[in-house]
């Protein structure tokens, strides 16, 4: 596959505000395994190579474990992952496929039991902002594969 646009170059603009985006959620209290696991399985579900190369690799170098990583897109089958990142997965599942599956009042009282008013936020912005990414790599063609993660 070949790149279609460098967006960082045409835009750098975006591209900043995209970055910032990050920048701020790393600096909440997420976890960062949390945010790994949120951000590979909305990869999954939006079928992004490039967001899910990265993020695996992301969470790899964060001390995640294969099995858990194998067992994402099947998380509710599993025992492997905590009730926080279970309500955390549920939420990344509905706020991505929002046209079909809505967030439930339900859903919302589960989460909000495992996550208090800042941090449930900070979460949605979370999976907003890599529904976003995958969004725009997707449609430029980002190709998989260089991707390295950071020393951490």
């Known amino acids: 596959m070949e790149s279609r646009l460098d967006y960082y170059t045409i835009a750098p603009g975006a591209a900043k505000i995209m970055m910032e985006f990050e920048k701020y959620i790393r600096s909440t209290n997420l976890d960062s395994t949390l945010l790994e696991l949120v951000k590979t399985r909305a990869s999954q579900i939006n079928g992004c190579a490039f967001c899910l190369d990265m993020h695996t690799k992301d969470a790899r ?3 995640e474990t294969e099995q858990r990583l194998y067992g994402l897109n099947a998380w509710r089958e599993t025992d492997y992952y905590s009730e926080q990142e279970r309500a955390a997965l549920a ?6 496929e929002i046209s079909v599956k809505n967030v439930p009042d339900e859903l919302y009282q589960k989460v909000r039991e495992r ?3 800042k941090d449930f936020v900070d979460l949605v912005y979370a999976i907003i902002t890599i529904n976003s990414w995958n969004r725009l790599a997707i449609t430029m ?3 998989p594969g260089t991707y390295q993660p950071k020393a951490r």
């Open 115 to 117: 996550f208090n008013e």
């Open 61 to 63: 170098a964060n001390g």
């Open 141 to 143: 063609r980002a190709v």
């Open 91 to 96: 939420l990344t599942e509905a706020i991505t």
